[in-house]
């Protein structure tokens, strides 16, 4: 049972790119799922977060009117799109289910993770 991650790469600022986190071994029907980040000598945060049904969502401030959290629970598979993107969204990406979908990402829990992808904006 786990969780994968895919479509990080290098992107000038301003660009874009779309994660996808596809489920393996399970549905994720059933489970809120959260996007997470960390940077090099940072600490993990939480990025955004999407209800089971898809009807609840929530961004931390750094990345609301430029990220969307989608998914499609035909394909098992919760997608994170990034838009006007900044050096300082430079992380390994890691999706998580979670427990909660709440506007506070320590509050959201976590379950089975992925192995991250890399994100990096530079120019």
């Known amino acids: 049972l786990q969780l994968v991650e895919s479509g990080g790469g290098l992107v000038q600022p301003g660009g874009s790119l779309r994660l996808s986190c596809a489920a393996s071994?399970?549905?994720?029907?059933?489970?809120?799922i959260g996007w997470f980040r960390q940077a090099p000598g940072k600490e993990r945060e939480g990025v955004s977060c999407?209800?089971?049904?898809?009807?609840?969502?929530n961004y931390a401030d750094s990345v609301k009117g430029r990220f969307t959290i989608s998914r499609d629970n035909a394909k098992n598979t919760v997608y994170l799109q990034m838009n006007s993107l900044k050096p300082e969204d430079t992380a390994v990406y890691y999706c998580s289910t979670i427990q909660l979908c709440s506007s506070n990402y320590h509050y959201w829990g976590s379950g089975y993770w992925g192995q991250g992808t890399q994100v990096t904006v530079s120019s």
């Open positions: 071994g399970f549905t994720l029907d059933y489970y809120a």
């Open positions: 999407i209800s089971s049904s898809g009807g609840g969502t």
